[in-house]
């Protein structure tokens, strides 16, 4: 090969994701965008009322915003306590403060419900205590429900982010503030506060991204009542067919979400130099004044009560039946069972509509592994496109870069738009589907393996070229073995993703090819006891899945990856 | 006056400071001087109240302020990494310590710049200090440690972070400066060369306890222990082990001083042996020592020459006017005066 068909090969390596990013992302967006304004120009702009946008819109962003808040009212002094103090714990406690970043929307919902819904822990405990026949709390379809579990999903991010600075900060900043006359509080507020803001703005721009585009939580925790953009997308486009609507209301999405992570890019740009944030500290204490004590005690009763509990809840309700009054005919049934777990694997095709559970997992598997292997070699492709210095790098950069903000809802919209003929929809498990998990999954692939790669140094590969080794065989000696860890920890991220994956595949996932997540969506949505306790077991094992899939990320990845 | 009395302290369940007592007297420049790990940096930080002591107590002018906060205590502190606040300019680093006592805003900016003036850096006033090189950085904190007239100036390895060259150039000024604040200055490190050339009192600090406490110059002439010759390297340090009447023994010979010896017989000593104090290839009743020596390695200093002998299988460092040359056999002498008896 002589060098000038290496140059032409180095080509390829942008051509094949950006096919494939045109193709299945920019053209559906593009087609929703063709959807609204076609629309516009047969009918005016005479085919939406103004409040049809500005309820769902400002609703988001007043959810929004209270989750966000609440979210830092638990997740800051979290942080403190993590980078601060040493207590019996902390490593297991932490370990579980992070899991629910990975956990699947249902699961996070199912669990919710499971503590706190009509048939949950609660109400079935009041209604024993007080003798009721019906259940007294009715906390579903509620604000607190929605907050609750945002605060749950994203204080992992505040612990994280917040955290890593917290740790980073130099303590010589503190003390040199106090011996230069500053009291404790004047120390915090003239330095440590300033130093740490960035990242508190930050992280706190993200956590209300990640609450401004909530989908799955709000659909299923809050009912009808509470619709934010992602939900009135759904709603027009799956119940009412109202394709432009669900259109317009996507590109508002869209915007706001531009604008969102453009700030939250600025303010992610490092400020003060190396200087204030250098390597980790020894900065942990063991707690020694009574308001210190104080202080861990309550900060671990509340992480408890806040992420163990849903997760306790779910596991041990999935293993009981607790039929109050009028449950099902015959007579009341309490105590442990299996029932809802062995229900799962009998094929009993009762219903023509809900699917039964063995497909859907099978399923799942078969679009996880499908998206595994394309979102990782997508990824890789990119990684090594980005890595290149080219000058049509800079062009080609942002086309790449865009994609990684993509609503799943969003998503399924312009799939369900673009693609929903053959061959697209045909066979018996439809590409559609893992093609859209692969997209979603792609900004983390890229974001673990792109670090990986930029720290192999170009000499490494010289010095095998000109020891005879050819360009392929430098990647499998050179290249591959260095990257292996990152590639093992993408292929797992797309798996789990894929897995628990439900904005997209609300959409795409028909009643004839369902996934786990909208099987246990449509189990939670139909009356009766088996059909909850269906969801409860299949949210347990999704959890469970998932759980060990961000462990083995976890022991996989290299400290200081960080994925958000 | 600071005092400083039987302050003990334990680091991670392991005793760092053992009973420590000293004081520092009105202008007066102490050193703690000690390997790392010796604990003369938390010394340091318990008398800024940075951190609390198992035991003991701290006097300022006869008040125990023991248990006073940081911030009331008046004392000013510089670090090794300097710890200049990131989001502030220059200036503003200087004028933090006067805010923080409530001076009135135009009195802070002429302070401001007339700290400036004496570190020659007015036209820094407005940098960041995350531009300026490690020079500069280390002249702002002094500044910014000075500026707001502290009674005490504790000073943790002011030099550690910086490379030789600019080390001496910054030494010499250091003094400067810190003689002319005319406040009682602690300064910690564990370079003998910064502590000679600062100090009007050394504080060696070993295994948690004060091991010698004098000037300078007592320290190098006469070292309390075999630790401080070691540690100052002043010499051929000899294993010795003392005999009744004035005798030792030892690898190079027993060996008899004219006066008895202040030890117990058995005890472990050593000599200290000093390479400058060696003389080559005389002989007669005046030395206390004299060895037959093969030379194995000379090497030109400058001034002389060193050479490193074996005296019978005893490696010694010798210092010689004229070049010798490597395999040559010469005598070498100590005269009694010069040799010295040092507890282990």
Known sequence: ?564 | MLEVENIYKDYDGKPLLKGISFQVNKGELVCLLGSSGSGKSTMLRIIAGLEVPDSGQIFWNGEDITNKPTHERGFGFMFQDYALFPHRTVAQNIAFGLRMIGKPKDEIAALVQKSLADIHMQAFANRQVTELSGGEQQRVALARALAPDPHLLMLDEPLGALDHNLRTELLKELRRRLHESRKPVIYVTHDQEEAFVLSDRLLLLHDGLVVQEAAPEIVFRQPANAWVASFLGLGNLIPAQSLPNGRLKSEIGEITFSEPLPYQPGQDLVLLLRPEDAILNQSGEKFLIQLEAIVQDAVFIGEAYRLEVSAGGTKLLIQSPRAVSIGEKISISWPESKVQHLSR
């Open chain 1, 1 to 564: 090969m002589n060098l000038k068909r290496s140059k032409s090969l180095t080509w390829l390596l942008w051509l094949i994701p950006l096919a494939f990013l045109l193709v299945f992302f920019y053209q559906p967006l593009l087609a929703i965008f063709r959807q609204v304004f076609s629309e516009r120009f047969s009918q005016g702009w005479q085919f939406f009322s103004w409040a049809q946008i500005t309820k769902p819109l400002g609703f988001t962003l007043w959810q929004a915003s209270l989750s966000t808040f609440f979210t830092l009212l638990i997740g800051l002094p979290a942080a403190y306590l993590f980078a601060r103090f040493d207590f019996p714990g902390r490593k297991t406690l932490r370990s579980i403060s992070l899991l629910p970043f990975i956990l699947p929307t249902v699961v996070v919902a199912t669990a919710f419900n499971s503590l706190i819904g009509p048939k949950g822990w609660l109400n079935l405990i009041l209604m024993n205590l007080f003798n009721l026949n019906n259940p007294p709390l009715n906390l579903l379809n509620s604000m607190p429900a929605i907050i609750l579990a945002h605060v749950f999903f994203n204080t992992s991010i505040i612990i994280r982010m917040v955290g890593n600075s917290l740790s980073r900060l130099n303590p010589h900043y503190d003390e040199a503030a106090r011996v230069l006359n500053a009291s404790p509080w004047q120390a915090f507020r003239e330095v440590s506060l300033p130093l740490l803001l960035p990242s508190i703005l930050g992280a706190s721009l993200l956590v209300f991204l990640f609450n401004f585009t909530s989908f799955g939580v709000v659909l299923m925790l809050g009912g009808p009542q509470f619709a934010t953009l992602e939900v009135e997308i759904y709603n027009q486009a799956m119940n009412r067919f109202n394709l432009p609507m669900a259109g317009l209301l996507s590109i508002i999405q869209l915007v706001f979400t531009l604008l969102i992570t453009t700030i939250q890019n600025r303010l992610n740009k490092p400020r003060f130099g190396k200087a204030a944030l250098s390597s980790e500290r020894k900065t942990l204490k063991k707690p020694t004044t009574k308001w210190q004590k104080l202080f861990v005690v309550f900060m671990v009763i509340i992480l408890i009560i806040l992420f163990v509990s849903p997760i306790l809840s779910l596991v041990s309700r999935s293993l009981v039946t607790f039929e109050a009054a009028r449950g099902e005919r015959g007579n009341v049934e309490t105590g442990f069972t299996l029932r809802y777990y062995q229900e799962l694997f009998k094929n009993t095709s009762g219903s023509i509509f809900y699917a039964n559970p063995l497909a859907a997992i099978r399923n799942s598997l078969v679009y996880s592994l499908l998206t595994m292997l394309i979102a990782t070699t997508m990824g890789l492709l990119s990684a090594y496109a980005l890595n290149n210095s080219n000058k049509a790098n800079r062009w080609l950069e942002p086309l790449f870069m865009l994609p990684l903000g993509a609503s799943p809802v969003i998503l399924g919209l312009g799939f369900l738009i673009s693609f929903n003929h053959p061959p697209w929809t045909s066979g018996p498990y439809p590409i559609l589907i893992p093609i859209a998990h692969s997209l979603i999954a792609l900004p983390f692939v890229v974001r673990t393996i792109l670090p990986a790669l930029q720290s192999i140094p170009n000499s490494l590969r010289e010095a095998a070229g000109v020891m005879g080794a050819k360009p392929f065989r430098v990647f499998m000696e050179v290249d591959l073995p260095i990257l292996l860890r990152a590639i093992i920890v993408s292929l797992t991220f797309s798996f789990t993703i894929s897995l628990g994956e439900f904005g997209a595949s609300s959409f795409l996932a028909n009643a004839r090819t369902p996934t786990i997540p909208v099987t246990i969506f449509r189990y939670l949505s139909q009356p009766g006891a088996l059909n909850y306790g269906q969801a409860l077991a299949m949210s347990t094992l999704l959890l469970i899945t998932s759980a060990l899939g961000s462990l083995l990320i976890e022991k996989i990845r290299l400290p200081g990856e960080e994925l958000f």
